[in-house]
């Protein structure tokens, strides 16, 4: 059985946010962020999938962004889908959530 080895592995660590970024969603999503704020030395989220995002998934990623830079963590919102990127900037959160979250929006 031929199996890769731990080192030859990549490990992608990023969060990834539910498509539907719903209240029900941002329970779990409150949990995952404390856990890689707590193990991790960056936040990484991947918003590629993202058809909608809620008020509350919202203020967690803002107080998820305020948190890694009190504790120094890079924090990173990578591959935004359009409709995360129109969500963000509609709130006037693209320059606080970071350069990539109001990616190619006019």
Do not use: W, Y
């Not at 704020?37 to 999938?49: N, V």
């Not at 993202?50 to 998820?64: D, N």
Request: net charge negative.
């Amino acid at each position: 059985m031929n199996s890769p080895s731990a080192s030859n592995a990549v490990e992608d660590r990023s969060l990834r946010l539910p498509v539907h970024g719903n209240t029900v969603a941002a329970e779990d999503l409150k949990v995952r962020l404390v856990l890689a704020a707590d193990l991790d030395e960056e936040l990484r989220i991947d918003a590629s999938q993202v058809e909608s995002v809620g008020q509350c998934v919202l203020q967690l990623l803002v107080a998820a962004r305020l948190e890694a830079e009190r504790q120094s963590l890079e924090f990173e919102i990578i591959n935004p889908s359009p409709a995360f990127v129109e969500r963000v900037v509609g709130c006037g959160l693209a320059e606080l959530l970071g350069p990539d979250a109001g990616k190619d929006h006019p």
